[in-house]
């Protein structure tokens, strides 16, 4: 029997049982189009993050104290259980450092609610620091406040939450943890909402940043100058240029656990963090490359569902055609003819089911991204292999069903009512 002949007995098969067909048909599409969707979604999530990672941002070191198991792990990201160890006298010594360009303090404000124009909304901190945070930050309007100041930075998420938009000359009113409330003048706006370092994690979420004079009021004694300093929990380190980075880093650490304050003031179990942005971008590339995994080993689920349904259905398909079958051996037909007969079907199937998955599945990728306003990124390398996956799963779901119509006995097949 030629191959065109088959296909042409295999195609009329299918037809001839429209809504068999169509739900056999539907477990591929579904199958194929989960794995699309969720590779195409994971792969765009990846993009967002990364993107808000690494951005234009000139070689930072983030550097923080936490547990020992968190930070020799990388379990619950940069400043995880961060705790206030750095002294003003730290911050001087490691700007001596050779190759660093800057150290600018980053603290945390616990903080209720946030009100412009008899507008209030909910907010549980805001972040304290000094001019230098922004030195690689692009303004949208106004500029970067003064130490000493009662001013404020907004980023346009937190700009624009409010009925009417905070801008550059406004007043808002921050409602501490304590119930203590603060008036501060709008004297810049951010040009983007992204994070503007490791420490304020990934989203565009609403920031409000001040200076730490006067807003930021936690101290302790000095080990080393026996005075009352302020003292951070995180710092950004930033070395001159990308080739200096690791001497910095070795540098840094080196400080920090020689004769630095915040080796006195260092918790029991609690070690120095000193995290490169590219340290931090491979530890959330795995982080992220695991979780598309998971996601991807569970839209493959789907398509074992859909393998299991082709299986059934031919099963169905050969003992309804037994008598069929029966005449076809009789009249010379050979075990591979019937053979190839049923796995012609259960591959036209798979083909059929597997591009129409791909085209739903690159529907459905747009539309999760769309939604969750990630950049959309499409995995082409993947568009064949949902290709070959569907037709293996044609191939693998039919073979069974059709070696067990090749072996059917003609005699037996022609009795059969």
């Known amino acids: ?41 994971g792969a765009s999530l990846q993009a967002a993050v990364i993107g808000d990672v690494a951005g234009d ?78 030195e690689a930050v692009e303004l949208r309007a106004g500029r970067v406040f003064e130490l000493g100041a009662r001013e404020a930075l907004l980023n346009p998420a937190a700009a624009e939450q409010f009925a009417t938009n905070a801008t550059v000359g406004d007043s808002v009113t921050i409602t501490r943890a304590d119930g203590s409330r603060t008036t501060v003048e709008v004297v810049g706006v951010l040009n983007s909402s992204a994070a503007t370092s490791a420490f304020e994690g990934f989203g565009a979420t609403p920031r409000v940043y001040v200076p730490v004079d006067p807003f930021y009021t936690t101290t302790v004694e000095s080990p080393t100058q026996g005075v009352n300093q302020t003292v951070y929990s995180r710092l950004v380190v930033a070395a001159e240029d990308a080739e200096s980075v690791e001497d910095v880093q070795t540098r840094t650490s080196e400080y920090l656990n020689g004769s630095s304050d915040a080796k006195q003031l260092l918790p029991r179990n609690y070690v120095f963090a000193t995290q490169t942005n590219e340290a931090l971008l491979e530890q959330i590339q795995s982080l ?65 089911g597997s591009l129409l998955g791909t085209g739903l599945g690159i529907l459905g990728g747009y539309a999760a991204t769309s939604l969750l306003e990630f950049p959309l990124t499409f995995p082409l390398e993947w568009v064949p292999i949902a290709v070959a996956v569907g037709i293996l799963v044609g191939v693998t779901a039919g073979l069974y069903p059709a070696w067990q119509a090749a072996r059917t006995d003609p005699i037996d097949a022609l009795r059969y009512e």
Do not use: C
Not at 87 to 115: C, K, N, S
Not at 299 to 317: E, K, R, Y
Not at 322 to 327: F, P, S, Y
């Open 1 to 41: 029997m030629k191959l065109g002949a088959s296909v042409r007995m295999a195609w009329r098969a299918i037809t001839g049982h429209k809504l068999r067909s169509t739900l056999t048909t539907l477990g591929v599409v579904i199958g194929v189009a989960a794995v699309i969707t969720f590779v195409t979604l």
């Open 288 to 352: 992220l490359d695991q979780f598309t995994g998971f996601i991807t080993g569970v839209a493959l689920l789907s398509l074992l569902v859909g393998s299991i349904g082709i299986a059934n259905i031919m099963l169905v398909s050969v003992t309804e055609r037994t008598r069929e079958i029966g005449i076809m051996k009789a009249v010379g037909a050979q075990n591979r003819h019937v053979l190839g007969l049923f796995l012609i079907e259960a591959v036209i199937i798979g083909v059929i």
């Open 57 to 134: 941002q000139p070689p930072e070191i983030n550097v923080w104290a936490g547990p020992e198991q968190s930070v020799g792990t990388g379990q619950g990201g940069p400043g995880f259980g961060a705790q206030p160890v750095f002294t003003q006298h730290d911050v001087e010594q490691l700007r001596a450092i050779e190759g660093v360009d800057r150290v600018v303090p980053y603290a945390t404000i616990q903080t209720t609610a946030i009100t412009h124009e008899d507008d209030t909304v909910a907010t549980s901190q805001v972040v304290a620091t000094t001019p230098p945070y922004f």
